[in-house]
Each structure stands twice: as structure tokens, then as C-alpha cells.
């Protein structure tokens, strides 16, 4: 696959458009260009950023990813206009957001005229149901990432701890379960997305798919947060129906509230609290512990980041780390030591 | 609004056929006649069953109510042509499960023509979206009914204490949730059946409706349980979607497993135990305190359930009653001491 990132406006905004940043951090050799026609001519994580479609196309893009989020979730005029050019260009389109562009009768039919696949990722599969009790019987050691709220970096870390396995040698293998990693990994389900009486019954069918691509360690994206007031539901969800064995707990140093959620405030409980309240929801079928922290320091300088780290074991008495700052080694550690290997 | 209940095979079965025996038991005025051939000739909670659809239209009926769930929630063939047959009379339809009604071409057109409306309840508004934080604007006392497992009475724990509250002259609106609930009640939002991230913003909407429609006290209508393998997010979602501001704790005397979950064991902790579970689980910006315990003693003979009752008193030190069987004055009486009336 070669992807075309489609990210107006947005392209340098490290801070917005989680699935064209997480694309080009984790499958970044894939994407032959971006098109935003705000920064033409520059570059992003090495990537050339074009301003008119037919350049970028002259890369040879087979798809195009919506990249960054449109106001509302849904596709302006504009979009819709651009869609169909790279549509008309012969391109897949592939898009993480809650409106489906194959549900667009217009983009459907000029898609199949021009033999272009529609990808809407948060589309469920067909033939979801509930959950059965087969995540039980997953013969691999599972891992899921938990935290304190949202866009704090939970995918990172299931990503990083996953490639780190697997430089060990380890047959290890990331669960994706929203948007982004769905787009770099190639498959999974968005559990967001998916009839509030599937989501474990997603979850599930996500461990069990991990399983049979060979994981004997399964790295479980982690959604939302269980004190989160929006996305709770999503997160307990998830816990449940992935059936995980250790959790990693992670936070973002300096973030005190919940952000964006409306109503608070919604202050965050200190880490010993989150890990005690995790180990608390799991079910006596499967009981699960917080094995190690991983904090996201991006706020914080050197010397703060090793600080908050030191700090974070101190008050949890479990192995901590920034995996992206000071490497993945000591979470992955931890969890060997945890599933006995 | 008169029902005729659809109900093959299951008329005269106490634990099968949850809308049926809702809509019975609270809408009874309202039901004309319950089609079953099974049972033609007999009643069910003194409405007449039939065998033959022609005879039950002699009653008058404007909606078929189908008030069972079929083999694996779809509609075999003998089901659809009654549901045919029930349109070409000229009945509106109502339909409860997962798979909508009004996604079959043939019974679109075919009730188009004859005038009749297709109303599947569990289908979502299509404006839902994520949760705002107005739950916590909401001027009215809130109340969730929360349990120990599915299917224990969370949903007429609700109904009876809100018939108790307006015996009692006060301004008291039952707030559905669930299919059943929606056709007793005429209103609502099935929250198992919205996207996943739209849970909580499910609930909340159902909050402030509830408030529109005059209500000073909320009797907000539970889903699953927490414990729940398959339904604990709906369930967590649904409880910070919906801000209590008070939790009533139901379960079913005798039930020590969650039932039919799958890969178990599943069991029930002591009520004590649930009671910190749920108030540990509300969020700072709305703490909630379980104050009361509503018991379905329908396993137990009166001494028994007498005893149950006593036994759930002395455990959570909390008013407990079974409200079907010995009335829901104490539970009531529980929830405007703590509410401040």
C-alpha cells in the first residue's frame, strides 16, 4: 500500500490529526505524500507535502487516508470534492471517522466505476454479536493498555511495547481496536463504533483474530478511560471482553483533569488510586494486574520526564517508563516477568 | 394505542418474552390480544389469546407488538409472513429486536402501501452523539436502578417505584432505556443498540427528556451490570451518561452466578461489596450513594423472602423490599429521605 494522507490545514499540527501522525510514526515507509495546500513544498517526519493532487499523485499513491478529523466528523463540500478526485484518480479511499463514505450513494457509485475500494474503517463487521466466553480460551498472554483519559497515548504504547517483543524475537502482536491502528496495522475493528451490545463481543473477536495471526503475546490498544464521562462504557467494554491477563497503566505527566469532556471538573485520581480501580473491574474469571506505568512526558523536559518516571515508581512500586523518550525495554520486562516467560 | 401481542409458541411462559409480560403487566389496559396458536382459547393476565390473526383483529388492534425474541433475534420466513399479514390489516408494527423491520424492502413498500408504520424501537435517533456534560445541568433528582446481573427487574424496580412516587402527588417520570421499557412507555432510547461512543450521550439526552417532560424525580431505567462479562459497558455508560444522583441496588435473591454468560464461573459478590463497587465507580463531578435495595424474591416462599429482605437490611444496612411482592413504600421512602424531600 502506498498512501496519500489527506490532512488540509492540519499537516503540522502535532497535536491534531491522530491517524496521520500515528500512520507516519508506525508505517511512515508506506506514505508517499501528504497534500496540504497550506504548507506546500515543506516536509513532515520526512514525507514531501503537496498542495495540488496531481503532484502528489505523480508519487504513485494507491490510497488516499483521511487523515485528520473534519469539523463535526463529517465530509464539507470541499472533502467531498477532493474524495472524488482521488476516487477519479483510480485510489482506494480510506477513512476512520464515524460517517461512512460508502454510504455516500454519489462517492459509491463513482468508486465503483472506477474500481476504487471505499474503506470506511469504523464500519463494523457485519456479523458481530455478543460475547461468548471464547476470549477465555485464547492461548496467549494478554496485554492491555488502560489509562487516564483519552489521547494520552495509549496506542503508542501498545505499538512501541509491541515492536520491542518483538526485536526480542518474541511472536507478539498489536490488537488494534480504533481507527489509527486499524490503519497501520491492516486490520481490527473500531470497538468505538460498533452496537453498545457488541463491544465486548468485538473485543473479543479481536483477541481471538490476534491469536490466529500467531501472537503468543497480544498488545491490546487500549480506548478511553474508566473514569472518562463520555467513553467509559467503550473502556469497560473492551477490559472485559479482551479478557486481558496485565494491564499497562498509562498516564500523561501533568495532565490533572480530564480534557474536553464538558460538565467537570473531572479531576484524574492519583496513579496508586487508577491501578487499584482497574485491578478492581476485572472479573474473577479473569483477574488481571497493572504490571507497569508508562507515562507520556511530551510536556516535560529531560530532567522533569526522568523525575516523573522515578516518581511514578515510587508511588506505584511498578516498573515505569516513557517508551517513546527513554525506550520500551523496562515495560516489556515487566510483563515477561508478569505472564511467567 | 391497542396491542396485539405477537407471541408463538411463548404466551404462557413467566420467563420468556420480556416485552410481552412488560407491556402486560404496566400497558395491560392497552392490550386488546395475545396471538398464539399454542394456546388459543386460554389468557394470559386476563387477556384473551387467539390462534388465528383474524380473530384477534375482531378485537380492534391498531399495533402488532412482537413481544418475544425469535431464534438468534432474526425474523424467520413464518415470521415474516405474519408480520406481512398483520400489515395488510392495516396494523402499525412495533419490533424490539436488534434487526430492524424497516430494513426489509418488501415490508417497507409493503406498509407504505397500506399505511402502516414500522417502529423499531431499538433503532437509534439519528442525531445521537457523544455526551456534553448538560446531564449535570438537569434539574431534577436522578435515580439509576443498578444490579447484581441482567434480567433481575432492574427495569420494574423503576416502573414500581415511580408509580409509588406518583401515588404520592409527585412530579415522577419513568426514563426507558431498554426496548420494553420504550413500549410500555411510549418514549425513549434503547442505549445496548447506539454506536459505542454514544452511549453515555444516549443517556444524557434521555436525562434531560425526562426532565422536558415534567419530571422532578428520575427514575432512570438499568441496563446489564457492571459485573457483566458481555453488557458491562452498556452498563457503565448508561451510569455516567445518565449522572445519578442516587443508585437503587437490585438483584435476585438466591442468584449467586451471573446466568448465561459463557465461560465462567461468574459469581456474584456479597451486596455489600456491589454497593461500594457502584458508588466507587461514580465520577467526582456526581458522586451517587446506593440508597436502598430492591430484592426479586420470586425463587423464595413468603418466609423466605421475609428473611432475604431482613438478611439484605442487616448486610448494607440500607432499606431493602422486594416492591412487587411487599410493596415499594420502604424503597420510596428511602429515596426522598436521601434526595432531601
Redesign the interface.
Known sequence: MRYLILAEGFSGDPHYGKTMWGVLRYRGEDVAAILDSTRAGEETLGVPVFGALEEALALGPDTALVGVATQGGRFPPAWIELLKRCIEAGLDVENGL?VFLADDPELKELAARHGSELRDLRRPPRDLS????????VPATIVLTVGSDCAIGKMTVSLELDLEARRRGIRSVFVPTGQTGMAIAGWGIA???????F???AAERLVVEGRERGGDLLWVEGQGS?????????????Y??SAPHLLVLCHESGRDEIEG???????IPPLRDLVE?HE??A???RPARVVAVALNTRRLDDDAAREAVREAERETGLPASDPVRFGAGPLVDAVLAASGR
Open positions: 464515524h455478543t460475547a461468548t466466553g471464547a476470549n477465555l480460551d470497538v468505538d463504533a460498533v452496537v453498545a451490545d463491544i465486548a463481543g474508566l473514569i472518562h464521562p463520555i467513553y467509559s462504557g467503550v473502556t469497560l467494554g473492551l472485559h471482553g469532556a464538558g460538565g467537570g471538573p473531572h479531576p480501580l478492581r473491574m472479573l474473577p474469571a
